[in-house]
């Protein structure tokens, strides 16, 4: 069992920025794919963004604006989603979700079994 420890929720203004981070600990052994899914009132929980060792992959609507990178130091297995330029609509509860080895479709959340608690990001116009 991995578990998922998310931070840097909060609230913000319409064209602000938000820095998320999630710390993955416990059973790790090996490389893990890491994601961010957000959940908003009224709809399903959907992918923002996903990273594994290779590269990262993005919802359509985060690729200008979100950033996911993990932490220099691969043993740490943090990973952090940089938000800019942050809308209304953006507001929900972010999950960082992880996995062993690659994903065969990162920004579904049926491809991973480990889940964090959600941090609550609120965008105010």
């Known amino acids: 069992q991995v578990h998922l420890v998310e931070s840097g929720g909060g609230s913000v203004q319409a064209g602000g920025s938000l820095r998320l981070s999630c710390a993955a600990s416990?059973?790790?052994?090996?490389?893990?794919?890491m994601g961010w899914f957000r959940q908003v009132p009224g709809k399903e929980r959907e992918g923002v963004a996903s990273?594994?060792?290779?590269?990262?992959?993005?919802a359509d609507y985060a690729k200008d604006r979100f950033t996911i990178s993990k932490s220099e130091d691969n043993a740490e297995n943090i990973v952090y989603l940089e938000m800019n330029s942050l809308k209304p609509e953006d507001s929900g509860m972010y999950y960082c979700?992880?996995?062993?080895?690659?994903?065969?479709?990162?920004?579904?959340?049926?491809?991973?079994?480990?889940w964090g608690q959600g941090t609550q990001v609120t965008v105010s116009s």
């Open positions: 979700a992880a996995r062993h080895g690659v994903a065969p479709d990162p920004l579904a959340e049926d491809n991973y079994n480990n």
């Open positions: 416990g059973h790790i052994y090996s490389s893990l794919t």
């Open positions: 990273i594994d060792s290779i590269e990262p992959t993005y």
